[in-house]
């Protein structure tokens, strides 16, 4: 399948995995700088990464005959690119060569707070089982100098059925940095340490001359 289907998790490959929800259903990763409220029922995993397009988490919805839905989370080092460049980028990647892939929509949006682009789109492509149409909800944001791709996956028919759960998803993001901070008073701090060491050793060194003068006088 088409490397957009990245996301795509098959509910086989996720049950391997353990689930990282808690028992509200909240998917929280400090090292990857985000959190979010899965949908109820659904699974979150976060599958070895055998290749590098693979996402690093995956929400799965409940087992059903055919195609399962799916949100994945991708991450990726921003290294001072723009959002729009990114996403053009990502979308030439996508379309090159790809005949059965079709872009619906794409607008400026918000997720957690900050900038994100939001595009919907299409595929449909042939197995052995016939052929079939897979619809994407996408949204991009990029915080802490990072993009984290969010994809909601499901063949056409159910699309909508679903859109609900994957909405929810992202209007509960929250990104959080992950980079060590130091309080803003770190330097008078250090000062204050370094004076109180300073004082230890001058009152060390005069206890020593104190015992030397008064081993003298005996």
Do not use: H
Not at 32 to 54: H, M, N, R
Not at 96 to 104: A, D, H, I, M, P
Request: glycine content about 6%; aromatic content about 10%.
């Amino acid at each position: 399948m088409l490397a957009v289907l990245i996301g795509f998790v098959p509910a086989s490959s996720a049950a391997q995995q353990n689930s990282t929800l808690d028992s509200q259903g909240n998917y929280d990763n400090p090292s990857l700088g985000i959190s979010f409220q899965a949908p109820a029922g659904w699974t979150v995993s976060e599958p070895k990464k055998y290749q590098p397009d693979a996402p690093d988490v995956a929400v799965i919805a409940p087992y059903s005959s055919g195609f399962t839905a799916s949100i994945s989370l991708s991450i990726e080092k921003a290294n001072g690119t723009s959002l729009d460049d990114y996403v053009k980028n990502k979308k030439s990647q996508l379309s090159n060569g790809q005949s059965n892939l079709v872009f619906l929509s794409e607008q400026d949006d918000t997720t957690g707070g900050v900038a994100a682009k939001t595009s919907l789109f299409e595929e449909n492509f042939t197995s052995q089982d016939g052929s079939n149409t897979i619809k994407f909800k996408q949204s991009i944001a990029l915080a802490n100098d990072k993009f984290y791709t969010l994809t909601y996956a499901n063949d056409l028919k159910n699309f909508d059925a679903n859109l609900a759960n994957y909405d929810q998803l992202i209007g509960s993001v929250k990104f959080v940095s992950n980079t060590i901070s130091f309080p803003s008073d770190y330097t008078s701090i250090g000062i204050v340490v370094a004076a109180l060491v300073l004082g230890i050793i001058i009152a060390i060194g005069r206890k020593k001359r104190l015992a030397k003068r008064t081993q003298t006088t005996k």
